[in-house]
């Protein structure tokens, strides 16, 4: 995500939100000149963790539920990588991902019928 600012980011999450029928609203927690973090909350109550740091050029996308990450990626430490579902512990190396397509992967997994609710 490098070459983005935190309000790029938002605004592409603020876009992703708009389309997406399982998105019910989002909190802002942080917004300054380096960091961005954000909650986006879904229909079934789970909630998605944004977060973003230019001066580490640090993106983590996580999706909680229960009040643990059942599904991430991030570029922490050793590149971008992905906290799968069936082992959200684990770390495996993939391709980064923008906000919209990790939404479209969370819809999959929480709404794989397409109800929102």
Known sequence: MAGLTPEDLLEQVVAACAYSVVVEAYTLRILDPDILSLRVHLADGSFI????????????????????????????????????ANDPKAHHPCESASFEEFLAEVVVLRFPAGDAR
Do not use: Q, S
């Open 49 to 84: 963790e944004v977060f973003y740091n230019t001066m580490t050029d640090r993106t983590a996308f996580a999706l909680i539920a229960d009040n643990r990450r059942i599904y991430g990626k991030d570029n922490a430490k050793i590149g971008w990588h992905m906290h799968p």
